[in-house]
Every structure is written in structure tokens, then in C-alpha cells.
């Protein structure tokens, strides 16, 4: 008997999530570290701050950070912190840095690809080999490290930790990150069909992958609640 199109639907949502679970169990070790993002055809491996080449001047990156160590400080000590602490600080901010958001934990990088704007495209999760670690005792200064590295950050907010977040810092903010040769990390991906995202987002929800945990504040509370009510996904009698 032929499938109704609702169910083809289904059954092409329920073998993409399986090929992604597969796609997480290839990149199982744990120098693989991923990144999810909402439009697979534009949104390329570029730190904010380089993402309009012709906008960018390595002058006027200095003077925004400068800027916003100093102006922190109201809010922050930040004149205990190195000034990697300050970049990964700028960054969970908004502030546009030469550093790209990442998590060891794919399920999270699955999470920003789906709920991530815009909704109507496919969406990608990548998976890299990480870089080597940047030594900040021999490298003190972000602005002077030569070759892409991998900066593991103190628990300066709780949304870095709860998300298992790192970055990678490119020292040609404007340049994408993509494997040039052998000696370059791997970079792999797995695309999410838009019709497939709002399945992705229910399946992550089951296994605790949702805002309030990601986000880990009263925002991410929230933001969770408002998905329930409007998906209606456990605000009934049994509600959580």
C-alpha cells in the first residue's frame, strides 16, 4: 500500500535524524568540535567581525575591543582577566571578535542550526578537527596569534559552560576557515533539510536540548516555555 504524504514526510524526517545520529557517532572522538548554523549556503566558517571584508580594518577591531574592556569594567572586573578572557567575554556579548563559537557537544551544534534565523533554508551542522590549543602564557595577545587555534575559555558565564563552549580564533578574521591541504583540520558537515528542522528541534527537546538548558538563565527559561506553548508540547495536564 502507498504511503500517504504525511507519512513519506515522517519517514524522511525519522531517516534524516538517524543518518545524523550517525554522522555524530563518525565524529565520536573528542578532538572533533561542532558548530551548527541556519543557512547551509551562506553561512560560511568567517568571524563576525570579518564577515564584510570591505568593512573590515584590523585598526578598528583593536578599537572596539579597547573600547569594550574599558567600558566593561562597570560590570566586570575585568582587570583580572587576560585578554583572551575579555575576547570570549566580548564575544558571548555581541561584541564583533575574530573568534567563531563552537561546542564539543553535537547535539547543542544541532540546536543552534535548527532554531537559528532564518528558518526557511537548510541548515548545517560542521564538524572540525580541532586546531591545537593556543598557549596564553606563550601567546598572551589574540591579536598576534599566526595560524588558526583552538581557545579553551574559564567559566566566565554560565551559557559557556552549559553549552561545552569553545572557540577558534583567525588571525584573518575575513578569510573563511576551510581545508586547504592535508595539514589543515578536516572540516565535515551535515546539512538539515528545512523541512526537516522542526523535527530535529522536537527530537532535541526529548533528549534536554532546549533553551533552558543551552542558555542556562531566565532567558532560556522562557524561551523554552514560549516553544511548548506554541508547538504545545507538554503544557497539558502533565507539564514540565
Same mark, same amino acid.
Given at each position: 500500500?502507498?504511503?500517504?504524504?504525511? @507519512? =513519506?514526510? =515522517?519517514?524522511?524526517?525519522?531517516?534524516?535524524?538517524?543518518?545524523?545520529? &550517525?554522522?555524530?557517532?563518525?565524529?565520536?572522538?573528542? *578532538? %572533533?568540535?561542532?558548530?551548527?548554523?541556519?543557512?547551509? @549556503?551562506? $553561512?560560511?566558517?568567517?568571524?563576525?567581525?570579518?564577515?564584510?571584508?570591505?568593512?573590515?580594518?584590523?585598526?578598528?577591531?583593536?578599537?572596539?575591543?579597547?573600547?569594550?574592556?574599558?567600558?566593561?569594567?562597570?560590570?566586570?572586573?575585568?582587570?583580572?582577566?587576560?585578554?583572551?578572557?575579555?575576547?570570549?567575554?566580548?564575544?558571548? *556579548?555581541?561584541?564583533?571578535?575574530?573568534?567563531?563559537? %563552537?561546542? /564539543?557537544?553535537? =547535539?547543542?551544534?544541532?540546536?543552534? &542550526?535548527?532554531?537559528? $534565523?532564518?528558518?526557511?533554508?537548510?541548515?548545517?551542522?560542521?564538524? @572540525?578537527? &580541532?586546531?591545537?590549543?593556543?598557549?596564553? @602564557? /606563550?601567546e598572551p595577545d589574540p591579536f598576534l596569534v599566526q595560524r588558526v587555534r583552538t581557545f579553551v575559555p574559564p567559566a566566565v558565564t554560565p551559557r559557556i559552560v552549559a553549552q561545552r563552549g569553545l572557540f577558534t580564533i583567525h588571525p584573518d578574521p575575513t578569510r573563511p576557515w576551510v581545508r586547504r591541504s592535508s595539514s589543515i583540520a578536516r572540516i565535515d558537515h551535515f546539512d538539515i533539510d528545512a523541512a526537516f528542522r522542526q523535527y530535529f528541534e522536537r527530537k532535541l527537546f526529548q533528549l534536554a536540548i532546549e533553551s533552558s538548558a543551552v542558555e542556562a538563565d531566565l532567558d532560556g527559561i522562557g524561551g523554552t516555555l514560549a516553544w511548548q506553548f506554541t508547538n504545545g508540547v507538554a503544557v497539558g495536564a502533565f507539564n514540565y
Open positions: 500500500m502507498a504511503l500517504t504524504q504525511s @507519512a =513519506l514526510l =515522517l519517514r524522511e524526517r525519522r531517516e534524516a535524524w538517524t543518518a545524523f545520529l &550517525a554522522f555524530v557517532d563518525m565524529h565520536r572522538q573528542d *578532538h %572533533w568540535i561542532f558548530r551548527g548554523v541556519a543557512d547551509a @549556503a551562506t $553561512h560560511r566558517l568567517v568571524p563576525k567581525v570579518g564577515r564584510e571584508p570591505v568593512a573590515y580594518a584590523e585598526e578598528k577591531e583593536l578599537a572596539i575591543f579597547r573600547n569594550f574592556k574599558r567600558r566593561a569594567h562597570q560590570f566586570v572586573g575585568v582587570s583580572v582577566l587576560t585578554d583572551w578572557d575579555v575576547l570570549a567575554l566580548g564575544q558571548h *556579548h555581541g561584541l564583533p571578535t575574530r573568534l567563531l563559537d %563552537w561546542t /564539543t557537544n553535537p =547535539l547543542v551544534g544541532a540546536y543552534f &542550526a535548527v532554531t537559528s $534565523h532564518p528558518k526557511s533554508t537548510t541548515a548545517r551542522v560542521y564538524a @572540525a578537527q &580541532a586546531p591545537r590549543l593556543v598557549d596564553i @602564557a /606563550t
